[in-house]
């Protein structure tokens, strides 16, 4: 089943254009999916318009950050299928009215929290579960991008929900507690230092790495190491990948999908089959919590609680 797909807005952080950079280019590669555009003068910045003119299914919103929750859910309510750049709300409150949208119509709306789909995190999510290192009790995180344009926001608000996603996709512990600390520069680095229930905990450094030239921002270091009570598991997620170097930058060429590609085949398939997305609403609320969170840590110094959600909350089933 082909699903037609419109892609609607081209706005990230600072200077990301993820729909033009990642996600049309793997729309058009994946089988599942054909994009279509509106033309008609009514559809020009009318998203409900530009729906009804192209009869799409599905729409992947990169809208402006301040304005994509209402897009989202626009969508949703006309109908369609979402994918939802990250992050998908400015706010906790916001991605909870996404989450109420896609609850009360039915439909898909997936976090483009791609770096989740990896093959490397999926196999350790695997063996996680079949308990190969028995009960985890602690997550090391290293996610640290090379090059590219810093994020006016701060790089805790642009790549903080990445690991952030997967600790949560790998643990399915929920964090209780959390405790940032400031890199070198504040605003290129951070130190999370997570309380899980059950006594788990994890410890992610996240940022851009200062003084690089590149001009292409690329993945210099992302794993994971994860201890549990009968091993220790190392995951390198940024395999399995070639890393290629050029003048205009360094890139990882992936052997096969990458991870974009996979989440794309996650959406897919939870849209023809009707099952639960493997990424929907509420993991997009967890991961906010935990940044959201982390910024205020960071403006009070000190380590600050996160409440459990009330009983019928969309996280209690992320």
């Known amino acids: 089943m082909t699903l037609r797909t419109l892609p609607w807005g081209s706005s990230g952080l600072g200077t990301q254009d ?11 590669a ?3 999916f054909t994009l279509v555009e509106a033309t008609g003068p009514a559809a020009a910045g009318d998203l409900t318009a530009a729906i009804r003119e192209t009869g799409a299914q599905v729409v992947s919103v990169c809208a402006p950050p301040g304005e994509r929750a209402d897009r989202i859910v626009e969508a949703l309510r006309a109908g369609c299928h979402v994918l939802a750049d990250k992050p998908m709300a400015p706010d906790v409150a916001d991605a909870r009215r996404v989450a109420d949208a896609a609850a009360e119509t039915g439909l898909v709306c997936m976090p483009a929290h791609h770096h989740r789909f990896g093959a490397s995190v999926r196999s350790a999510a695997s063996a ?5 290192i028995g009960l ?9 991008v090379d090059g590219g ?12 929900l990445y690991p952030v996603d997967v600790v949560l996709a790998l643990t399915g512990r929920a964090v209780r507690r959390v405790h940032a600390l400031p890199g070198r520069d504040p605003r290129r680095s951070t130190v999370l230092l997570l309380d899980h229930d059950s006594g788990l905990t994890s410890t992610i450094t996240v940022g851009r790495l200062p003084g690089t ?17 009968g091993g220790v598991m190392d995951v390198d997620a940024a395999r399995p990948a070639a890393t290629v170097r050029s003048v205009v930058g360094t890139r990882a ?51 600050v609680p996160i409440d459990p959600p009330p009983h019928d909350s969309q ?4």
């Open 18 to 28: 993820h729909q033009s950079d990642m996600y049309v280019p793997a729309f058009r």
């Open 30 to 32: 994946h089988p599942g």
């Open 128 to 132: 996680l579960a079949a308990g190969r």
């Open 136 to 144: 985890p009790w602690n997550v090391q995180a290293d996610f640290l």
């Open 149 to 160: 344009d810093p994020c006016p926001e701060g790089e805790l608000v642009n790549f903080g």
């Open 213 to 229: 030239t590149a001009p292409l921002g690329s993945l210099a270091l992302h794993r994971y190491r994860i201890s549990g009570s």
């Open 253 to 303: 060429a992936w052997h096969g999908d990458g991870t974009v590609g996979r989440m794309l085949t996650a959406l897919h398939t939870a849209i023809v089959s009707g099952r639960p997305p493997e990424a929907g609403p509420a993991d997009a609320v967890a991961a906010l919590r935990v940044t959201d969170a982390a910024a205020r840590s960071l403006a009070l110094g000190t380590p």
């Open 315 to 318: 996280e209690d089933n992320a």
